[in-house]
Each structure stands twice: as C-alpha cells, then as structure tokens.
C-alpha cells in the first residue's frame, strides 16, 4: 500500500497519512493524469481508496517496472518514515553513518530529543549472525533499532532465534513447560504486513499499530520478556493466547460430540 506521491511538477508530495478524507475525495476528483508519480517507478499515480476504506497511490493501469520486492520495500520504508515523522521526529530514508563496528544504512532513520532510531526493513534472507552484525553496529554507538520483517522472513527468524535460545539458555534441551518464547532481547523485532492494511504482529500473540510500536521503541517500552517482544507488558499477549487456548479446546469438544 503507497500511501505517498510526488508532483511531477517538483512541488511536492502527496500523502494520504497527512490528508483528511475531504481532502482525499478532493484529490481524486481534481488530479490529472501525470500530476503525480508513484515514488517506485515514476509511473502516474492514481489516488485510490481500499475496499477496506484506506486511501493509497496506485499505478496507472497497475503496471510497475520494479519488482514486487523493491515495491513493498519501498512502500514500508514510506510508510515507516512518515509515521515517524507525526510522531515529532525528524526522519529520512537511507541514512547512512558509522561506528567502530562498522558502516550502516539505515531503512528509516528517525531523531527525537536526542534519541536515534533505525528501522530496518528486510523481506529477503538474512542469516541471525547477519542480523546480529549489522544490530550490533547501531547499538554499540547507543542508536536504538527495530527491525521490521515481512512475514515470510520474521517466521524463518523466529526458528533461527528460538534454536539459538534452546542451544545457549537451555542447554539442548525443552523446557519443562514444552514451548518457550523465540525471541533474543538483542534483536528488536516485529512482523509487519502491508495488505490489506498495514499490520504489526509477533510471536506470542503481540500485535500493535505502527505507531504505538515505533512509539514504544522511541520511549524504552518494546521490551523482550521471557524471549517475547511486547509493549510495556506480557498482560494482553497472555490473555489473547489464554482465549486462543480455549477456543481450540472448545473446537476440539465440539469435533468430539
Ligand atoms: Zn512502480
């Protein structure tokens, strides 16, 4: 979802986080093709809203020249930057710095009141030493991060983490309780899902907004509680998994009778 268009005629961009839904029909009803481009490609952009009721750029025909990885690389990092920016920060995309651990380029880079943030947002395969590595150059220089995953890769990471915690906190071998939570409190991480409409999930039934999430990382409260990232807490994560429970067990009775 391209939530973002520039003018073609260099005056600016469009973005639907910042428009009401007046100002929204407006566009629809007044822009002509070519005014704006879709930031991927430079293809017109058509205003549109979902099904669902959320405004978004289309392409012009629906065709696109990059591929369908750049595109929902690009959308997220928009996406991620603009919010970022109504939260009060000061945000750009592909922020290059560096350290004594290395070189970075930040996805999204965001500044508030002396806090440094990059959010990274990855969609292809990455190693856990890779993310580790590149994790390890933000935090030893004290700049905070989040790294936001499609599903496929949060899902491939989860396995990863969850063996590295069974290997070094629990020697080779299972809990007595049977299942543990996967996440490394090194490595900042939540699942983010564009379509229908952008969506935050994780293991242990975390959900969130994106900006509650982003907010949270900005003011200490994403936290890695017994290997879960939650906001402030485990409490809504426990009772959402506690009726998910219940409702198997009630669908397991019903299948019985
Ligand atoms: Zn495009």
Redesign the pocket.
């Known amino acids: 979802m391209v939530i973002e268009a520039a003018y073609a005629d260099g005056t600016g961009v469009a973005n639907a986080l910042r428009m009401s839904q007046v100002q929204w029909h407006e566009l629809q009803r007044n822009y002509r093709v070519g005014d704006l481009q879709?930031p991927?490609?430079s293809?017109p952009a058509v205003p549109k809203v979902s099904a669902n009721g959320y405004p978004f750029f289309a392409?012009l025909g629906g065709a696109?020249?990059?591929s369908e990885e750049s595109?929902w690389h690009l959308a997220a990092k928009i996406l991620v930057r603009s919010v970022l920016e109504d939260l009060g920060c000061r945000a750009s995309v592909e922020m290059p710095g560096s350290g004594d651990a290395g070189r970075w380029q930040a996805d999204v880079w965001g500044e508030r009141n002396g806090v440094r943030l990059a959010v990274e947002i990855q969609r292809s395969y990455q190693s856990l030493r890779d993310y580790r590595k590149r994790q390890g150059r933000y935090s030893d220089e004290g700049v905070k991060s989040l790294w936001l995953l499609g599903q496929e890769r949060y899902s491939t990471l989860a396995k990863s983490m969850g063996k590295e915690r069974l290997r070094t906190e629990f020697g080779g071998k299972f809990p007595p309780g049977g299942h543990f939570g996967p996440c490394l409190p090194d490595l900042p991480v939540a699942m983010l899902e564009l379509e229908p409409v952008p969506t935050i999930k994780g293991a242990g039934f975390f959900t969130a907004t994106l900006p509650d999430l982003l907010e949270a990382v900005l003011s200490n409260r994403f936290l890695c509680i017994d290997g879960l990232w939650c906001i402030n807490n485990l409490d809504s994560m426990s009772s959402a998994a506690k009726r998910s429970h219940e409702l198997a067990a009630a669908k397991r009775v019903a299948a019985n009778t």
Do not use: K, Y
């Open positions: 879709m991927c490609c293809a392409h696109c020249t990059t595109q």
